[in-house]
């Protein structure tokens, strides 16, 4: 058996993985198991896709693929700017939605519910709405971020990367340890893990912690765009693209540990290998399942994920 | 007067459709109106309902299993007891576990059943479905109006026995009991209430409920696919629940009825306002609709326009607990 799907695996994974952040750190600060994150997944792509073409149109010297990479300056821009744009959303979605439900005189949805229920189903009715609006806005044909063909690159053991794959693995590995500085070297990111650890206590000493949400929002957002772009390099795009890779998402969060940002990565990368092998074992069709073992297994063998504090 | 005909074929298939939603929609009651238990997939025990009872009581087709041409009822009883086993497995497994891993692991339940339906061709048909669904008093079809009365009186039967068997469980002592462990579990706990069984029991009746709501789809369109049991469909449950009023089984009614006249109410403004080549991209325009109604319910009008009244229930608005950070099961890293 080559070794290929490991490669395949570890693409798919490093996507799932920057899209799982977003869960994790959501659940850490906010407190809620957000089902609207593979819709920012969705939009950043989208986003991406409509600023690359107009960007091509404007400057068409920008649509020039860079050797050996298959996209151009505008796809690399495009990209930049919708990080931006989709963090900009969710902090949107959040002053809309989620603030009102975590402030004074709103109950949750039933006397019973504790706020945080609410705020998943909230998220839930988000998540179908974006998606549709998506579904609206954009005509019914085939999109992709790139069109061109690439020669995939032997490395080691048989296994072949195409020079995209290769960049976009290092860009995820970039993101993931620059986050991880952020949380734990500045002064910012202790502001988050003190939010996280005890609300509380972080506003009585001064963190200010609406800026902390907006951040946690921003950051969570930021990235599932970049995971959408990653997704959008390698398959087409569809407004179901985000939806189908939820699960995933929770499945990498909770196999790594809520709240654990590398376990979000690493456990997203075990995720996609899994799927990976589950692909070249059984079919493809068989896919989404995995998802749904690994979140089963976790929460019934140990709910506090691989990297997760017991509680 | 065939136009009068028509729009009594019309109003009888429109009210049918509602009380199918009626009947998931109180199967969710009973799981998060009586009990809290958050169940994200509906759909997939709708789904489970819908192929157990279709596969049952079709005829035989070459390459499908099944096709054991069952009497209507009997694959009616099987799709409740589907249903309900189904429930109860992954209730069994999972039922420990707070509110928000139960909603993962029930939207995860979800998919994989969408995944089995789009995929075991041997099983259930494939993205084709199973066609040729035995109709109830098929031998009316050939008049629709008197067809769609028909079917929509024993809907509206069926509705009514489950609605008033609920009524009755509600305010049975193993109601109260749910509520009690909903609303302050270590004092029914503390009585000696085993909250794990009780939600055990919750969480199987509503979902052999759904089941039955399924089966009805099933039998009373004659067709079903996969593209019939997806998300949408647990997020139009969900709505018609906490629009109507979690909790009230009413409200669960009342739900189902707004949702599903906004349902076709926007689906007549998009037919009429759109072209035809531009219909697929307006309908996605309902969603969010009914997207934007179910987030406006939850921010503005928390507990449904029929709140739920329980005696001895605190007022909502004397115990609001502000705030980010509102633990919940011991909070979270």
Same mark, same amino acid.
């Given at each position: 058996m ?48 409509l600023?690359?073409?107009a ?5 068409p ?16 821009? =495009? $990209?930049? %700017?919708?990080?931006? /744009? ?8 959040? *002053?809309? #939605?989620?603030? &009102? ?24 009715g ?29 490395l ?26 952020m ?39 930021a990235?599932?765009? =970049? $995971?959408? %772009?990653?997704?959008? /390099? ?8 985000? *939806?189908? #890779?939820?699960? &995933?998402l ?22 996609g ?36 504090r017991?509680? | 007067?065939?136009d ?17 939603g ?88 979800a ?8 995929n ?14 035995p ?6 079809a ?24 609920l ?5 049975s ?7 009690g ?24 009746v ?46 669960a009614?009342?739900?189902a ?77």
């Open positions: 080559s070794l290929q799907f490991l490669a395949d695996g570890m693409i798919a994974g490093a996507t799932i993985g920057l899209g799982a952040v977003g869960i994790t750190l959501t659940y850490s600060i906010l407190r809620f198991a957000n089902f609207a994150q593979g819709e920012f997944i969705t939009w950043g792509c989208y986003v991406t896709w600023l690359a073409a960007a091509g149109a404007w400057l010297w920008s649509a020039q693929a860079i050797d050996p990479l298959s996209v151009g300056l505008n796809v690399i821009f =495009a $990209a930049l %700017v919708a990080m931006l /744009l989709t963090g900009l959303l969710a902090i949107a979605l959040d *002053a809309v #939605l989620f603030r &009102p439900l975590r402030t004074a005189g709103t109950t949750a949805s039933a006397a019973w519910a504790p706020a945080s229920v609410s705020a998943v189903i909230a998220s839930f988000a998540s179908m709405a974006l998606r549709a609006l998506i579904e609206a806005a954009v005509p019914a044909r085939q999109a992709y971020l790139s069109t061109e063909l690439q020669i995939a690159i032997p080691l053991g048989g296994v072949r990367l195409t020079p995209d794959q290769i960049l976009l693995l290092a860009v995820a590995v970039v993101l993931a340890v620059a986050l991880q500085i949380l734990t070297r500045t002064s910012l990111g202790r502001s988050m893990r003190a939010v996280s650890e005890n609300p509380a206590l972080a506003r009585v000493v001064g963190i200010d912690v609406s800026q902390v949400i907006r951040l946690t929002w921003f950051i969570g957002a990235l599932a765009c =970049a $995971a959408g %772009v990653m997704l959008g /390099l390698v398959v087409q795009i569809r407004p179901s693209m985000g *939806a189908e #890779l939820l699960l &995933p929770f499945a990498a969060a909770l196999l790594g540990g809520v709240g654990s940002v590398p376990g979000a990565l690493i456990g997203g990368l075990l995720v290998v899994a799927e990976a092998a589950t692909v070249q074992l059984l079919g493809a069709q068989w896919r989404a399942a995995v998802a749904f073992l690994v979140v089963i297994g976790v929460l019934l063998l140990r709910p506090s994920g691989l990297f997760g017991a509680h | 007067m065939p009068a005909l028509g729009v009594i074929a019309y109003a009888s298939t429109f009210l049918t459709m509602a009380l199918i009626a009947m998931a929609c109180l199967g969710l009651n009973v799981q998060w109106g009586q009990m809290g238990l958050f169940n994200v997939g509906v759909a997939g025990f709708v789904a489970i309902g819908a192929y157990t009872s279709a596969l049952l009581t079709t005829a035989p087709l070459e390459g499908r299993l099944g096709g054991y041409s069952w009497p209507l009822v009997g694959g009616w009883l099987a799709a409740i007891a589907a249903s309900g086993i189904a429930s109860a497995a992954l209730g069994a497994a999972t039922l420990r576990l707070k509110s928000d891993y139960l909603a993962i692991t029930t939207f995860g339940m998919v994989v059943v969408e995944v089995i339906l789009r075991a061709q041997h099983l259930t048909g494939g993205s084709f479905g199973i066609s040729f669904i109709r109830p008093f098929e031998s009316l050939p008049r629709p109006s008197l067809f769609a009365l028909a079917n929509l009186a024993l809907t509206a039967a069926l509705v009514a026995v489950v609605f008033l068997g009524q009755k469980l509600v305010r002592p193993w109601g109260r009991v749910l509520r462990l909903r609303d302050a579990p270590e004092a029914a706990q503390a009585l000696g209430k085993s909250a794990t069984r009780y939600r055990l029991q919750a969480f199987t509503g979902g052999a409920i759904m089941g039955l709501a399924g089966a009805l789809q099933a039998h009373l369109i004659g067709f079903i696919a996969p593209d019939d049991f997806e998300a949408a469909l647990t997020f139009q449950i969900w709505t018609m629940l906490i629009i109507g009023g979690s909790g009230n089984n009413w409200g009614l009342l739900g009825g707004v949702v599903s006249a906004l349902w076709s109410a926007t689906g007549l403004a998009t037919g009429a306002f759109f072209p035809a080549e531009s219909q697929a991209r307006a309908a996605a325009l309902r969603i969010v609709a009914i997207g934007v109604l179910l987030a406006a319910t939850v921010v503005w009008r928390p507990r449904g326009l029929l709140p739920a009244v329980v005696p001895g229930q605190q007022d909502p608005k004397a115990g609001a607990d502000p705030g980010l950070g509102r633990h919940f099961d011991g909070g979270v890293q």
